[in-house]
Protein backbone atom coordinates (compact mmCIF):
# COMPACT_ATOMS: atom_id res chain seq x y z
CA UNK A 1 0.00 0.00 0.00
CA UNK A 2 3.06 1.91 1.29
CA UNK A 3 4.69 1.75 -2.54
CA UNK A 4 1.59 2.34 -4.44
CA UNK A 5 1.34 5.93 -2.29
CA UNK A 6 4.77 6.40 -3.57
CA UNK A 7 4.95 5.04 -6.83
CA UNK A 8 1.43 7.43 -7.19
CA UNK A 9 3.66 10.25 -6.18
CA UNK A 10 6.54 10.15 -8.04
CA UNK A 11 4.23 9.57 -10.99
CA UNK A 12 3.23 13.08 -10.32
CA UNK A 13 6.33 14.17 -9.93
CA UNK A 14 7.80 13.19 -12.83
CA UNK A 15 4.90 14.48 -15.02
CA UNK A 16 5.67 17.93 -13.33
CA UNK A 17 9.51 18.16 -13.43
CA UNK A 18 9.69 16.74 -17.15
CA UNK A 19 7.13 18.60 -18.53
CA UNK A 20 8.77 21.63 -17.19
CA UNK A 21 11.67 20.54 -18.82
CA UNK A 22 10.68 19.17 -22.28
CA UNK A 23 7.80 21.87 -23.26
CA UNK A 24 8.19 25.73 -21.62
CA UNK A 25 10.82 28.61 -22.49
CA UNK A 26 11.87 28.73 -18.82
CA UNK A 27 15.07 26.42 -19.03
CA UNK A 28 17.24 26.21 -21.89
CA UNK A 29 16.89 22.86 -24.41
CA UNK A 30 19.65 20.73 -23.26
CA UNK A 31 23.03 21.46 -25.15
CA UNK A 32 21.44 24.65 -26.50
CA UNK A 33 22.89 27.16 -23.28
CA UNK A 34 23.67 30.45 -24.41
CA UNK A 35 26.11 32.20 -22.31
CA UNK A 36 25.06 35.54 -23.67
CA UNK A 37 23.13 37.59 -21.71
CA UNK A 38 22.96 35.94 -18.66
CA UNK A 39 24.56 36.68 -15.54
CA UNK A 40 27.21 34.80 -16.16
CA UNK A 41 28.48 36.16 -19.02
CA UNK A 42 29.53 38.90 -17.09
CA UNK A 43 31.29 37.07 -14.68
CA UNK A 44 33.51 34.85 -17.64
CA UNK A 45 33.98 38.72 -18.69
CA UNK A 46 34.89 40.14 -15.26
CA UNK A 47 32.80 42.88 -16.39
CA UNK A 48 30.29 43.67 -13.13
CA UNK A 49 31.78 47.12 -11.85
CA UNK A 50 31.91 48.00 -16.02
CA UNK A 51 35.31 48.10 -16.56
CA UNK A 52 35.39 46.02 -20.10
CA UNK A 53 38.60 44.57 -21.05
CA UNK A 54 39.79 41.88 -23.48
CA UNK A 55 41.28 39.21 -21.66
CA UNK A 56 44.29 37.06 -23.02
CA UNK A 57 45.87 34.38 -20.59
CA UNK A 58 49.25 35.88 -19.38
CA UNK A 59 49.05 39.46 -20.54
CA UNK A 60 45.79 40.93 -19.50
CA UNK A 61 46.72 42.86 -16.29
CA UNK A 62 44.46 43.96 -13.26
CA UNK A 63 41.02 42.38 -14.16
CA UNK A 64 38.50 42.61 -11.45
CA UNK A 65 38.78 39.15 -10.19
CA UNK A 66 41.81 38.00 -11.81
CA UNK A 67 41.03 34.12 -11.80
CA UNK A 68 41.99 31.88 -14.87
CA UNK A 69 39.18 29.57 -13.66
CA UNK A 70 35.75 30.89 -13.56
CA UNK A 71 34.29 28.92 -11.31
CA UNK A 72 36.55 29.52 -8.16
CA UNK A 73 36.01 33.64 -9.67
CA UNK A 74 32.31 33.16 -8.67
CA UNK A 75 33.23 30.92 -5.76
CA UNK A 76 35.63 32.40 -4.06
CA UNK A 77 35.28 35.97 -5.45
CA UNK A 78 31.79 37.29 -6.77
CA UNK A 79 29.99 35.01 -4.18
CA UNK A 80 32.65 34.54 -1.65
CA UNK A 81 30.17 35.56 1.53
CA UNK A 82 27.85 32.95 -0.24
CA UNK A 83 30.84 30.62 0.60
CA UNK A 84 31.08 31.90 3.92
CA UNK A 85 27.72 30.65 4.94
CA UNK A 86 28.79 27.34 3.26
CA UNK A 87 31.67 27.31 5.83
CA UNK A 88 29.53 27.60 8.16
CA UNK A 89 27.12 25.46 6.86
CA UNK A 90 29.94 22.42 7.30
CA UNK A 91 31.17 24.10 10.50
CA UNK A 92 27.54 23.63 12.28
CA UNK A 93 27.14 20.18 11.06
CA UNK A 94 30.92 18.93 12.47
CA UNK A 95 29.53 20.97 15.12
CA UNK A 96 26.51 18.47 15.45
CA UNK A 97 28.37 15.28 15.04
CA UNK A 98 30.48 16.67 18.09
CA UNK A 99 27.82 17.27 20.29
CA UNK A 100 26.16 13.53 19.44
CA UNK A 101 29.09 12.12 20.31
CA UNK A 102 29.55 13.92 23.68
CA UNK A 103 32.62 14.39 25.17
CA UNK A 104 34.68 11.59 25.67
CA UNK A 105 38.33 9.93 25.51
CA UNK A 106 37.33 6.04 25.11
CA UNK A 107 37.86 5.16 21.11
CA UNK A 108 36.93 2.15 19.72
CA UNK A 109 38.90 -1.03 20.06
CA UNK A 110 39.85 -2.30 16.44
CA UNK A 111 42.66 -5.28 15.42
CA UNK A 112 45.96 -4.24 14.46
CA UNK A 113 46.20 -2.72 10.91
CA UNK A 114 48.14 -5.21 8.46
CA UNK A 115 51.80 -4.88 7.60
CA UNK A 116 50.74 -3.81 3.94
CA UNK A 117 48.92 -0.82 5.26
CA UNK A 118 50.95 0.18 7.31
CA UNK A 119 54.18 0.62 5.30
CA UNK A 120 51.84 1.67 1.96
CA UNK A 121 50.47 4.36 4.11
CA UNK A 122 53.74 6.11 4.53
CA UNK A 123 55.11 5.73 1.14
CA UNK A 124 51.63 7.33 0.07
CA UNK A 125 50.70 9.81 2.50
CA UNK A 126 53.48 12.73 1.38
CA UNK A 127 52.23 12.31 -1.95
CA UNK A 128 48.80 12.95 -0.78
CA UNK A 129 50.02 16.21 1.22
CA UNK A 130 51.82 17.48 -1.46
CA UNK A 131 49.39 16.91 -3.74
CA UNK A 132 46.72 18.57 -1.76
CA UNK A 133 48.57 21.54 -1.06
CA UNK A 134 48.96 22.42 -4.40
CA UNK A 135 45.23 21.64 -5.71
CA UNK A 136 44.73 23.99 -2.67
CA UNK A 137 47.24 27.08 -3.94
CA UNK A 138 46.26 26.40 -7.57
CA UNK A 139 42.28 27.11 -7.13
CA UNK A 140 42.37 29.93 -9.43
CA UNK A 141 44.86 28.40 -12.38
CA UNK A 142 43.35 24.93 -12.84
CA UNK A 143 40.38 22.65 -11.54
CA UNK A 144 40.15 22.56 -7.64
CA UNK A 145 40.15 24.74 -5.07
CA UNK A 146 39.77 24.60 -1.24
CA UNK A 147 37.36 22.22 -0.46
CA UNK A 148 38.80 19.75 -2.85
CA UNK A 149 42.06 20.16 -1.58
CA UNK A 150 41.02 20.19 1.75
CA UNK A 151 38.83 16.85 1.40
CA UNK A 152 42.50 15.50 -0.11
CA UNK A 153 44.62 16.57 3.21
CA UNK A 154 41.45 14.91 5.56
CA UNK A 155 41.75 11.76 3.22
CA UNK A 156 45.37 11.74 4.46
CA UNK A 157 44.21 12.03 7.68
CA UNK A 158 41.99 9.06 7.51
CA UNK A 159 44.71 6.75 5.73
CA UNK A 160 47.39 8.04 8.72
CA UNK A 161 44.41 6.74 11.25
CA UNK A 162 43.54 3.82 9.87
CA UNK A 163 46.95 2.79 9.78
CA UNK A 164 48.01 4.28 13.16
CA UNK A 165 45.64 3.72 16.10
CA UNK A 166 47.55 6.30 18.43
CA UNK A 167 47.20 8.91 15.85
CA UNK A 168 44.03 10.56 16.67
CA UNK A 169 44.03 10.46 20.36
CA UNK A 170 47.01 12.41 19.90
CA UNK A 171 46.05 15.41 17.84
CA UNK A 172 44.51 17.69 19.49
CA UNK A 173 45.35 20.69 17.30
CA UNK A 174 43.03 20.75 14.36
CA UNK A 175 40.17 22.29 16.48
CA UNK A 176 42.12 24.98 16.51
CA UNK A 177 43.32 25.23 13.08
CA UNK A 178 39.75 25.11 12.11
CA UNK A 179 38.59 28.02 14.52
CA UNK A 180 41.94 29.90 13.72
CA UNK A 181 41.14 29.54 9.52
CA UNK A 182 37.07 30.64 10.51
CA UNK A 183 38.16 33.50 11.98
CA UNK A 184 41.12 34.74 9.42
CA UNK A 185 38.68 34.31 6.64
CA UNK A 186 36.27 36.85 8.51
CA UNK A 187 39.21 39.22 9.42
CA UNK A 188 40.18 39.50 5.83
CA UNK A 189 36.60 40.30 5.24
CA UNK A 190 36.37 43.02 7.53
CA UNK A 191 39.87 44.58 6.65
CA UNK A 192 38.29 44.90 2.86
CA UNK A 193 35.41 46.21 4.52
CA UNK A 194 37.22 48.76 6.42
CA UNK A 195 39.73 49.87 3.65
CA UNK A 196 37.82 49.05 0.72
CA UNK A 197 33.91 49.65 1.69
CA UNK A 198 32.64 46.39 0.78
CA UNK A 199 32.95 42.91 2.53
CA UNK A 200 35.73 40.86 1.49
CA UNK A 201 36.78 43.35 -1.61
CA UNK A 202 39.86 43.21 -2.44
CA UNK A 203 42.64 45.59 -1.15
CA UNK A 204 45.29 45.88 -4.11
CA UNK A 205 45.38 45.57 -7.82
CA UNK A 206 44.74 41.10 -8.91
CA UNK A 207 47.79 41.33 -10.85
CA UNK A 208 48.00 39.63 -14.46
CA UNK A 209 45.41 36.81 -15.36
CA UNK A 210 47.20 32.98 -15.20
CA UNK A 211 50.20 33.70 -12.74
CA UNK A 212 50.80 31.84 -9.40
CA UNK A 213 50.13 35.28 -7.36
CA UNK A 214 47.56 36.78 -8.58
CA UNK A 215 44.00 37.03 -8.38
CA UNK A 216 43.79 39.39 -5.16
CA UNK A 217 42.29 37.42 -2.65
CA UNK A 218 41.47 34.70 -3.96
CA UNK A 219 44.59 32.12 -3.31
CA UNK A 220 44.94 34.09 0.37
CA UNK A 221 40.77 33.23 1.21
CA UNK A 222 41.15 29.46 -0.83
CA UNK A 223 44.35 28.64 1.01
CA UNK A 224 42.42 29.32 4.36
CA UNK A 225 38.73 27.77 3.41
CA UNK A 226 41.42 24.76 2.74
CA UNK A 227 42.90 24.33 6.06
CA UNK A 228 39.21 25.46 8.02
CA UNK A 229 37.62 21.96 5.87
CA UNK A 230 40.63 19.91 6.43
CA UNK A 231 40.77 20.37 10.16
CA UNK A 232 36.80 20.22 10.08
CA UNK A 233 36.50 16.62 7.63
CA UNK A 234 39.34 15.19 9.89
CA UNK A 235 37.56 16.16 13.14
CA UNK A 236 33.77 14.65 11.38
CA UNK A 237 36.62 11.46 11.21
CA UNK A 238 37.45 11.43 14.73
CA UNK A 239 34.37 12.17 16.25
CA UNK A 240 33.14 8.59 14.28
CA UNK A 241 36.01 6.83 15.94
CA UNK A 242 35.15 8.07 19.44
CA UNK A 243 32.97 5.27 21.34
CA UNK A 244 29.80 7.16 23.07
CA UNK A 245 30.04 8.11 26.36
CA UNK A 246 28.20 6.38 29.43
CA UNK A 247 25.30 8.64 30.45
CA UNK B 1 18.94 13.37 -22.52
CA UNK B 2 21.45 13.68 -20.01
CA UNK B 3 18.95 15.84 -17.88
CA UNK B 4 15.65 13.55 -18.13
CA UNK B 5 18.32 10.61 -17.07
CA UNK B 6 19.43 12.72 -13.79
CA UNK B 7 15.43 13.31 -13.16
CA UNK B 8 14.92 9.82 -13.32
CA UNK B 9 17.49 9.33 -10.76
CA UNK B 10 16.37 11.52 -8.36
CA UNK B 11 12.79 10.52 -8.31
CA UNK B 12 14.79 6.86 -7.36
CA UNK B 13 16.67 8.44 -4.64
CA UNK B 14 13.17 9.52 -3.58
CA UNK B 15 11.59 6.49 -3.81
CA UNK B 16 14.22 4.59 -1.65
CA UNK B 17 13.59 7.62 0.63
CA UNK B 18 10.12 7.06 1.14
CA UNK B 19 9.71 3.21 0.81
CA UNK B 20 12.79 1.89 3.11
CA UNK B 21 12.65 0.63 6.33
CA UNK B 22 16.25 0.59 6.61
CA UNK B 23 17.81 3.66 8.56
CA UNK B 24 21.61 4.03 6.20
CA UNK B 25 19.94 3.27 3.36
CA UNK B 26 17.38 5.80 3.59
CA UNK B 27 21.03 8.08 3.83
CA UNK B 28 22.07 6.19 0.27
CA UNK B 29 19.14 7.13 -1.21
CA UNK B 30 19.46 10.79 0.26
CA UNK B 31 22.77 10.31 -1.30
CA UNK B 32 21.29 9.34 -4.67
CA UNK B 33 18.59 12.20 -4.71
CA UNK B 34 21.23 14.81 -4.19
CA UNK B 35 23.79 13.33 -7.07
CA UNK B 36 20.78 13.64 -9.60
CA UNK B 37 19.95 17.18 -8.37
CA UNK B 38 23.34 18.11 -8.85
CA UNK B 39 23.81 16.53 -12.43
CA UNK B 40 20.57 17.87 -13.32
CA UNK B 41 21.87 21.69 -12.16
CA UNK B 42 25.09 21.05 -14.36
CA UNK B 43 23.11 20.05 -17.27
CA UNK B 44 21.29 23.30 -17.38
CA UNK B 45 24.75 25.39 -17.92
CA UNK B 46 25.86 22.58 -20.63
CA UNK B 47 26.91 23.91 -24.41
CA UNK B 48 27.01 21.36 -27.19
CA UNK B 49 30.50 23.28 -28.43
CA UNK B 50 31.67 24.29 -24.82
CA UNK B 51 34.90 23.80 -23.06
CA UNK B 52 35.70 23.90 -19.16
CA UNK B 53 35.40 27.50 -17.90
CA UNK B 54 39.46 27.49 -17.09
CA UNK B 55 41.30 29.98 -19.26
CA UNK B 56 44.58 28.92 -20.14
CA UNK B 57 46.74 29.38 -23.18
CA UNK B 58 45.23 28.12 -25.78
CA UNK B 59 41.38 28.62 -25.59
CA UNK B 60 39.49 31.64 -25.61
CA UNK B 61 36.45 32.61 -23.01
CA UNK B 62 34.02 32.85 -26.09
CA UNK B 63 34.09 28.68 -25.66
CA UNK B 64 33.09 28.30 -22.33
CA UNK B 65 30.19 26.59 -20.90
CA UNK B 66 27.99 28.10 -18.23
CA UNK B 67 30.16 28.21 -14.86
CA UNK B 68 27.73 30.09 -11.99
CA UNK B 69 25.31 26.31 -11.72
CA UNK B 70 28.77 24.39 -11.03
CA UNK B 71 29.51 26.70 -8.87
CA UNK B 72 26.57 26.37 -6.87
CA UNK B 73 27.00 22.45 -7.11
CA UNK B 74 30.30 22.97 -5.30
CA UNK B 75 28.34 24.61 -2.91
CA UNK B 76 25.32 22.23 -2.80
CA UNK B 77 28.13 18.95 -2.52
CA UNK B 78 29.54 20.62 0.67
CA UNK B 79 25.99 21.12 2.07
CA UNK B 80 25.57 17.32 1.01
CA UNK B 81 28.38 16.17 2.76
CA UNK B 82 27.70 17.80 5.98
CA UNK B 83 23.83 16.15 5.90
CA UNK B 84 25.29 12.98 5.65
CA UNK B 85 28.00 13.17 8.32
CA UNK B 86 25.02 14.30 10.99
CA UNK B 87 22.57 11.77 9.32
CA UNK B 88 25.29 8.49 9.96
CA UNK B 89 25.96 9.93 13.27
CA UNK B 90 21.99 10.24 13.98
CA UNK B 91 21.83 6.64 12.57
CA UNK B 92 24.47 5.08 15.02
CA UNK B 93 23.08 6.80 18.15
CA UNK B 94 19.79 4.75 17.47
CA UNK B 95 21.78 1.69 16.74
CA UNK B 96 23.91 2.35 20.10
CA UNK B 97 20.25 2.93 22.33
CA UNK B 98 17.68 0.52 20.34
CA UNK B 99 20.28 -2.21 18.68
CA UNK B 100 18.58 -2.11 15.22
CA UNK B 101 18.43 -0.08 12.14
CA UNK B 102 14.92 -0.95 11.15
CA UNK B 103 12.47 2.16 11.80
CA UNK B 104 9.39 -0.61 12.68
CA UNK B 105 11.62 -2.13 15.67
CA UNK B 106 12.10 1.47 17.09
CA UNK B 107 8.77 2.31 17.97
CA UNK B 108 6.79 1.73 20.85
CA UNK B 109 9.77 1.69 23.30
Known amino acids: MKKVLALLLLATLAFMTITLVVDNNLLPDFGETKVENSVSDTYIKQNAMGENQDIKFGETKNLEIGSANAITGIVAGYRSFDTLGEVTVLFISALGVSLMIGTTDSWMKRSQSGFILRVGSKAILPILMIVGVYIITHGHLSPGGGFQGGAMIASAMLLLSLSDHEFMPKIKAFKMLEGLSGTIYILIGLVGMILMGHFLQNIDQTGTIGELFSAGLIPVVYLFIGLKVGSELTGIISDFMKKEANI | ?109
Do not use: W
Open chain 2, 1 to 109: MINLAAIVLMLLGLYALLTTKHIIKMVVGLNVFEVGLNLFVITIGFNKDGIAPILTGSNSIKDFVDPLPQAIVLTAIVIGFGITAVALMVARKIHEQYGTYDINEIGGK
